[in-house]
């Protein structure tokens, strides 16, 4: 199993850019998280999804937009990058209490 | 009171010392506590995990400690070795066995030959 799975490695952006962060997992779990990863400040939750078709917010929301079409599946969208969007980004997804991480997508907005 | 406080910020161990991490939570609906072990360029994995009906739990030479009456759990790396020096995060979920894990800020351990 190649677990949680994540596209692309490192990017950078120029402001006002727009990408997507992919996401695939083939454990077949319902729950899946983004989370960005800040120096000092921990994992902060940014969307979650608990099966397909079903999104909700976390903490850190604004700027980004998710989609759930399938189980396997969980794109983060960055609409007109901010510099305050670089970050490391993880995706996640749960089996009961578990979270399996994804390497992480470093991003840079210049 | 969602917030999860963990210190140090980081830490320097000798090879063969203890280590240890603290993290205290406000909200007493938490049920489970892990700790995730990240090296760098990786994603965080879960290490260890206790739940609240437990003072302790062990594997290998990890240990959390666990205190309900004083909303704190504790993370001890017994004979630190140099391949630990990584970040620690402690964690702490409610709502059921589904809900959202809220994260400390981490702990960057480095142990020293």
């Known amino acids: ?27 077949n779990h319902n729950y899946m998280y983004w989370y960005r990863q800040d120096p000092g400040m921990g994992l902060k939750l940014i ?49 009961q209490s578990e979270a399996f991480f994804g390497q992480g997508t470093r991003l840079t907005v210049v | 009171q969602q917030q999860v406080k963990q210190s140090p910020q980081s830490l320097i161990v000798q090879k063969g010392g203890i280590s240890i991490i603290n993290c205290a939570y406000e909200n007493t609906a938490f049920d489970y506590f892990p700790w995730y072990q990240q090296f760098p360029g990786k994603g965080p994995a879960l290490l ?10 062990k594997e290998g030479r990890f240990t959390i ?13 017994m004979d630190s070795q140099p391949g630990d020096s990584a970040t620690y995060f ?8 589904q809900g959202n894990l809220i994260f400390g800020k981490g702990t960057k351990l480095s142990v020293k030959p």
Do not use: W
Not at chain 1, 2 to 14: D, E, H, M, N, S
Not at chain 1, 55 to 60: A, I, Q, S
Not at chain 1, 84 to 94: D, G, K, L, W
């Open chain 1, 1 to 27: 199993n190649a677990g949680v799975t994540q596209t692309p490695k490192f990017r950078i952006l120029k402001i006002g850019q727009s990408m997507t962060l992919q996401c695939t997992q083939d454990m």
């Open chain 1, 47 to 95: 969307y979650y999804s608990v099966g397909a078709g079903i999104t909700d917010k976390g903490e850190v929301p604004n700027g980004y937009n998710v989609s759930r079409s399938t189980t396997e599946d969980f794109p983060l969208r960055l609409e007109l990058a901010a510099p305050s969007q670089t970050s490391v980004y993880f995706c996640a997804s749960t089996r």
């Open chain 2, 48 to 57: 260890i995990a206790i739940r609240p009906d437990v003072s302790e739990k």
């Open chain 2, 65 to 77: 400690s666990f205190n309900k009456s004083a909303k704190q759990f504790s993370l001890h790396i």
């Open chain 2, 90 to 97: 402690c964690a702490a979920r409610g709502g059921g066995s």
